[in-house]
């Protein structure tokens, strides 16, 4: 029975459903995420499905991802029933419903944000993340994924009262919102980014200052801008 928490501090227009198999006798549609790069012949492949071979600008594992790297949807073979990852059934309030497979990004738990599924503060999207790879998907438009920059994710922050959902890697954080994506703050950190709370408009963080040798440097950053004028990483 699958375990990933489910966090939905939004209104949604949308019921979710984790199912143990991919069950076609409810629903026809069904959805496979995952990350895409190019191999040697400019093909696009799945990195995690294709460990020997020479990708471009990819590393399994690595925290460096390739400016083409992207999340498509495709079918799934319809014999296929299991999958290693989480199998969600999605059932919006004005279109068909779906499932949809996720594959996630292979990197490892921890640093890697354990597995969670975040409903996002247009009530109509959700984000799936898992082994470092965010993928948001909006529930009318299953076929149209949008990778999150940030990988890997390692922290994740729901700020109810703003309506905004905050996720981090080792050095940078991202933050979206009721019209989606707002900013990304660039390097915040030299490494170890925390996500400690919010207070107000100003989001309390931690994470390296390598000058001072100080692994857990306190830092805060404007909600509404992603700026930071005490961040440790100043170059």
């Known amino acids: 029975m699958n375990t990933t928490p489910v966090v939905l501090e939004f209104e949604t227009r949308y019921e979710l459903e984790f199912l143990d198999r991919i069950d076609r006798r409810r629903v026809e549609r069904v959805f496979q995420y995952s990350e895409r790069v190019a191999n040697a012949d400019g093909q696009s492949v799945d990195p995690l499905s294709h460990p020997g071979d020479e990708l471009t600008g990819f590393a399994a594992g690595s925290a460096q991802r390739p400016q083409q790297m992207s999340i498509v949807a495709t079918g799934v073979d319809p014999q296929q029933e299991m999958h290693d990852g989480p199998i969600l059934a999605v059932y919006p309030s004005e279109s068909p419903q779906w499932i949809g497979v996720f594959s996630g990004g292979g990197y490892g738990l921890p640093p890697a944000a354990p597995p969670t599924v975040v409903a996002m503060p247009d009530s109509e999207s959700f984000c799936v993340v898992r082994t470092g ?103």
């Open 133 to 235: 790879l965010a993928c948001i998907i909006h529930v009318d438009h299953p076929e149209q994924p949008e990778r999150v920059e940030t990988f890997p994710v390692t922290d994740i922050h729901v700020v109810t009262e703003h309506k905004v959902v905050l996720l981090a890697d080792f050095t940078d954080l991202v933050a979206y919102g009721q019209a989606g994506k707002l900013w990304s703050s660039g390097r915040l950190a030299w490494d170890d980014l925390k996500i400690v709370g919010v207070n107000g408009t100003g989001i309390e963080m931690t994470g390296l200052h390598a000058p001072r040798n100080d692994p857990r440097y306190p830092f805060t950053v404007d909600l509404s801008t992603g700026e930071s004028d005490t961040k440790p990483y100043d170059w």
